[in-house]
Each structure stands twice: as structure tokens, then as C-alpha cells.
Nanobody, 125 residues
Framework: QVQLVESGGGLVQAGDSLRLSCAAS????????MGWFRQAPGKEREFVAV????????YHANSVKGRFTISRDNAKNTVYLQMNNLKPEDTAVYYC??????????????????WGQGTRVTVSS
């Protein structure tokens, strides 16, 4: 059974950092791109970052570029999201997901086949 489990969320103050992790089990995802999305209260789920299968190519949404960094460790079947200089507008539930493609061009929700249950990040001002 495929399972993605996010961890690392919490309550922080503006300017703080957090590192989210997403551990996959049930099969290896080293051949697929993986991404992070987030959903703020009352808003639609939005793309945050994607990393290709090898980890050599990444893309981040403009809203987080320069502050967030996606990375992966295929040996551990895990993807990470390092979040620095957090802002109150980053408050959301963060989800990791596995794309059905290997490249780093998966920005849409419908390009992802597997999703985690989410981890909540709350940034106070």
C-alpha cells in the first residue's frame, strides 16, 4: 500500500524556519517527480514546488521563490521542503505528492497520483 506521510509542521513566528519532510512507503518513487502543495483556509490548493526524479531540477512558485527550497533523498524515498523567512501568508496545510511524470514540470494537481494527508503550518505575525 502506497503511503506518503508528511511531518515537520507547527506553529512559528514570522521570520522563523521550518523543514517539512515527506516519507514515502509501499514502493519507490525515485523515478517520478515529487511536489509540495498547500491549502490555506478558504482557498484552493496551490502549487508550491516540484523536483524532478533525479533531484537535479527544481521549480518553485513565485510566492516562495528565494525562501523555500525543495530537495529529495531517493535512498530514503523522502522529499523535503526547507522553509525560511516564513510569513503569515504561508499559513496553510502543506501536502506532498507524487507526479506521474519524471520531469520537473508538474504544476497542476491533476498531474499527481499520490497525496499525503498534510501537515499544518501556522505562522503568527
Amino acid at each position: 500500500q502506497v503511503q506518503l506521510v508528511e511531518s515537520g509542521g507547527g506553529l512559528v513566528q514570522a521570520g522563523d524556519s521550518l523543514r517539512l519532510s515527506c516519507a514515502a512507503s509501499g514502493r519507490s518513487f525515485s523515478g517520478y517527480a515529487m511536489g509540495w502543495f498547500r491549502q490555506a483556509p478558504g482557498k484552493e490548493r496551490e502549487f508550491v514546488a516540484v523536483i524532478n526524479s533525479s533531484g537535479g531540477r527544481t521549480y518553485h512558485a513565485n510566492s516562495v521563490k528565494g525562501r523555500f527550497t525543495i530537495s529529495r533523498d531517493n535512498a530514503k524515498n523522502t522529499v523535503y521542503l526547507q522553509m525560511n523567512n516564513l510569513k503569515p501568508e504561508d499559513t496553510a496545510v502543506y501536502y506532498c505528492a507524487v507526479s506521474r511524470y519524471f520531469g520537473g514540470d508538474s504544476y497542476r494537481l491533476d498531474e499527481y497520483d499520490y497525496w499525503g494527508q498534510g501537515t499544518r503550518v501556522t505562522v503568527s505575525s
